[in-house]
């Protein structure tokens, strides 16, 4: 069953204007292999979330079903089938 | 006088002017890329076209290099982006500090300098970048260490007609050399103070804030150090100082005429420890004899000022005479056309100017 992610609004320059981005994982895998096959596609998006070294950005808040990831093993996090994978900037900046 | 084409980065965008008025009048045109802080610009002038280079970081989302051919019209960066470090480094970029075209006969050669403290190179107009590895592997790096704003290269100066020649500075860890184009780096330091070490004329670990040289005297260098102002005669081998004139020995910006050697311009600031104008007026100061002697330029710059200039908010461009450009943390813009004679403002109440290029267009 595919991912469902869902994007910011400043995010959807990125993702050709699209609000939710629909995912086929072999299986249950993890957000790295999430990130992994959405970068197959959108690389400038996938940029923006997670660093060079693969880490998720400090101030990029990402939730499975409503899990905030860093509670859940962060870039390492489960992703099950069929999950709503939700994309959100943190509260930052000046 | 042609059309002038002036540039800004600021804390939340990018900001462009166009004076084709005698660079009396402009039109002000902007944010672009909105909440992004523009620590670096760059106007590549050596091809057909100028192509404007642009080192943007959002807060949330990273930083990028962008590129434009068309004047700021549309801009574009590479679907994986143009400068990033390799897995092996274990390291990830924070933010681009300096995007310095290369030499006059390397005209594909953009160099970048970056936080944490690292110089990449394009071959391809700044389109994709490497890192340098010689510099990166330099037993020294181990021990520079981060100042106030971070730890950076953020000066870049290519020999204007040999290639093998460069020289960089950083914050801290002073100002290094390469003269067989980039494949060996040397501390190069010799009278350079650093005040807040035990040892205070080390090898390297100086505060260098800015470098600058007249690309028709390429041997001569200026630079503004976290207290100090120095020159170098004989191609950042060694300084001498040049404060003397000087109403104080610390800013961040030091800026050399585009075709009058010996002519260069800085903006000082009380003292590390009260980072705003002495007396509170707003001054740049210019020599006209290699630093011997400064004076201070007046005429349409406030007094009762708090502000500071940025080590990257000042630029001259390359017209004859040539205009003079500095923005301030307070958001001005502030513009004169005959060499720092008269100033008159472009823009007020941006948000705290970070970078600023000029260059005739038309």
Redesign the interface.
């Given at each position: 069953m595919a991912v469902t992610v869902v994007l910011p609004g400043?995010?959807r320059q990125y993702s050709g204007g699209e609000k939710q981005i629909s995912v086929q994982l072999d299986g249950e895998g993890d957000l790295t292999q999430l990130l992994d096959a959405v970068a197959d596609v959108h690389?400038?998006l996938v940029?923006?979330?997670r660093?060079?070294?693969g880490?998720l950005?400090r101030?990029?808040n990402v939730y499975v079903d409503g899990e905030d990831v860093r509670m859940a093993g962060g870039i390492g996090a489960r992703v099950p089938a069929g999950a709503e994978v939700l994309v959100l900037?943190?509260v930052?900046?000046g | 006088m042609s059309e002038v084409l002036l540039v800004a980065g600021t804390g939340k965008g990018l900001f462009l002017a166009r004076s084709s008025g005698g660079r009396s009048s402009w039109s002000v045109s902007g944010p672009q890329f909105m909440m992004n802080a523009v620590y670096s610009v760059a106007i590549d002038t050596r091809g057909p076209s100028p192509r404007l280079l642009v080192g943007a970081q959002s807060q949330h989302w990273g930083p990028s290099v962008f590129h434009s051919d068309d004047l700021g019209e549309t801009w574009h960066e590479p679907d994986h982006g143009a400068l990033s470090f390799p897995a092996d480094t274990d390291t990830t970029l924070t933010r681009v500090w300096q995007l310095q075209p290369g030499s006059a006969d390397q005209p594909g050669v953009v160099w970048a300098g970056v936080e944490p403290s690292a110089l990449f190179r394009s071959t391809d107009g700044g389109e994709h970048f490497e890192l340098v590895r010689p510099l990166w592997d330099h037993p020294h790096r181990k021990e520079w260490t981060p100042g106030f704003g971070g730890m950076a290269i953020h000066s870049v100066l290519p020999h204007p007609t040999d290639a093998n020649r460069v020289a960089v500075a950083m914050s801290t860890g002073g100002v290094y050399r390469t003269e067989d184009g980039g494949e060996s780096w040397a501390a190069s330091n010799t009278g350079i103070k650093a005040y807040f070490l035990p040892d205070q004329y080390p090898e390297f670990g100086q505060c260098v804030h800015k470098i600058a040289r007249n690309p028709d005297r390429p041997e001569q260098f200026f630079l503004q150090n976290h207290h100090g102002v120095y020159r170098s005669d004989d191609g950042a081998a060694t300084w001498v100082s040049i404060a003397d004139g000087l109403p104080s020995d610390f800013g961040f910006p030091m800026v050399a005429h585009p075709h009058r050697p010996g002519v260069a311009y800085n903006f000082p600031l009380t003292a590390d420890g009260e980072r705003v104008p002495p007396d509170a007026k707003c001054r740049v100061y210019r020599t006209e004899d290699a630093g011997e002697t400064w004076t201070a330029l007046s005429d349409g710059l406030p007094d009762g000022f708090y502000g500071t200039v940025l080590r990257d908010a000042m630029c001259a461009d390359d017209a004859d005479p040539a205009g003079v450009y500095f923005g301030t943390r307070n958001g001005e813009l502030y513009a004169s056309a005959d060499e720092g004679d008269h100033w008159h403002t472009v823009a007020t109440h941006l948000p705290d100017v970070l970078s600023v290029r000029a260059v005739q267009v038309g």
């Open positions: 400043a995010l690389p400038a940029r923006r979330l660093d060079e070294q880490e950005r101030y990029v900037p943190s930052a900046g | -």
